[in-house]
T-cell receptor, first 114, second 114 residues
Framework: AQTVTQSQPEMSVQEAETVTLSCTYDTSESDYYLFWYKQPPSRQMILVIRQEAYKQQNATENRFSVNFQKAAKSFSLKISDSQLGDAAMYFCASNTGANSKLTFGKGITLSVRP | NAGVMQNPRHLVRRRGQEARLRCSPM?????VYWYRQLPEEGLKFMVYLQKENIIDESGMPKERFSAEFPKEGPSILRIQQVVRGDSAAYFC????????????FGPGTRLTVL
């Protein structure tokens, strides 16, 4: 079974600054995938970034990047140059690849101060 | 270029009534997942279906809940004799089933049981 833990319920960042959201996970699988999803007030779940566990290189998508520490089972999300539109709930999730369910953390609420 | 579609977006039912939630996957996707989000919680997996088959229903409550994904038409999540505890947001996600796979989410259906 997989577990995903997000221990920080809330964070705040100044516009244009950088913020890091933490996530740890546990799994007995050797092949797995990690995700960050964003849920704005509209409640739509939007994929932010994905990391394949077999890849050593950290994934990057524009202002979003991850710090994947496989030995520590840590998967943090870094948002650079924060924008007001980044304010949302962020969920860390994992699965064991195609055709498998996602396991989500409880989420973290990010607010962006103008 | 429609994404995952869910309807209705909002559904109000009285205790004891039936709720039917519909999900049309993205074009080209034949795998559907249903998740439930209780207030202030992350998403919890319910069921995973492919066309005409239930693949994993390990997250489905044993009673009153059922799901189907017929050969033609949308996937349906059915909740019989709803109770107040069923009030939640229900999300559908679809994927292509390829090895390196991502689940894309619909906007969700918010069920309120009076």
């Amino acid at each position: 079974a997989q577990t995903v833990t997000q221990s920080q319920p809330e964070m705040s960042v100044q516009e244009a600054e950088t913020v890091t959201l933490s996530c740890t996970y546990d799994t007995s699988e050797s092949d797995y995938y990690l995700f960050w999803y964003k849920q704005p007030p509209s409640r739509q779940m939007i994929l932010v970034i994905r990391q394949e566990a077999y890849k050593q290189q950290n994934a990057t998508e524009n202002r979003f990047s991850v710090n994947f520490q496989k030995a520590a089972k840590s998967f943090s999300l870094k948002i650079s140059d924060s924008q007001l539109g980044d304010a949302a709930m962020y969920f860390c999730a994992s699965n064991t690849g195609a055709n498998s369910k996602l396991t989500f953390g409880k989420g973290i609420t990010l607010s962006v101060r103008p | 270029n429609a994404g995952v579609m869910q309807n209705p977006r909002h559904l109000v039912r009285r205790r004891g009534q039936e709720a039917r939630l519909r999900c049309s996957p993205m074009k080209g996707h034949s795998h559907v997942y249903w998740y439930r989000q209780l207030p202030e919680e992350g998403l919890k997996f319910m069921v995973y279906l492919q066309k005409e088959n239930i693949i994993d229903e390990s997250g489905m409550p044993k009673e009153r809940f059922s799901a189907e994904f017929p050969k033609e038409g949308p996937s349906i999540l059915r909740i019989q004799q709803v109770v107040r505890g069923d009030s939640a947001a229900y999300f559908c996600a679809s994927s292509s089933g390829r090895r390196v796979d991502t689940q894309y989410f619909g906007p969700g259906t918010r069920l309120t049981v009076l």
